[in-house]
């Protein structure tokens, strides 16, 4: 995943030179923000009190969005696609396989524990108004994109790494349906995104061994780079 990061991460530092059109050519039929990759960071809104976030818990998604602009002038549209995610959320909360699912419980201190996380990858479907002061021949403009995005969780893990051993298993606890509003704004290349979801990470009723009920709200903030 590291590696995914590192060429993420590249590629966006030449992305402006890629979005660039250099075409004298005008087109009044022109469509805009097509293709999207962004970064975020993943806080965790609404979790129990004993629950920490822990390291970078990080969010890639890359997709396509079909724009459909609703005004002569195309300043405004509707975006609907289709795009990837993967998601990693960072905390003290430790899951174990046991006979009859799952267990949840805080992670103990004397396990020297390097990283420890549960991670999401799902399949989403953006759906945006648009609202920006492009025109045919100006490549650098404001934007103001919001709308929901719809997902499901196409496979999801928890992974605990110490000093001693590697633990690694696939988790079936999650919420495979998700949902959130969004919200995308910038000038040119560089545009801030914000996820806000409505449902809950993991299914209702699960408890940490506390007794605590285990409820994890998801809110990613980031960027969001967008080309054509």
Known sequence: MRDCLITLIAFLLILPLVAQDTSPEVDSEYLEDQFYVGLTYNFILNKPEVVNQQNLSYGLQMGFIKDLPLNPGRTTGLGIGIGYAVNSYYTNLQVSEVVDGFEYSLLESDLDTKRNKVETHLIEFPMEIRFRNSTPTEYKFWRFYAGAKLGYVVGARAKTVTNDNKNSFYVTDIENFRYGLTANFGYNTFN????????????????LNSGEDLTFTPLRIGLIFYIL
């Open 192 to 207: 801030i995104h914000i996820y806000y979801a409505l449902n809950n990470l993991f299914n209702e009723g699960l408890q």
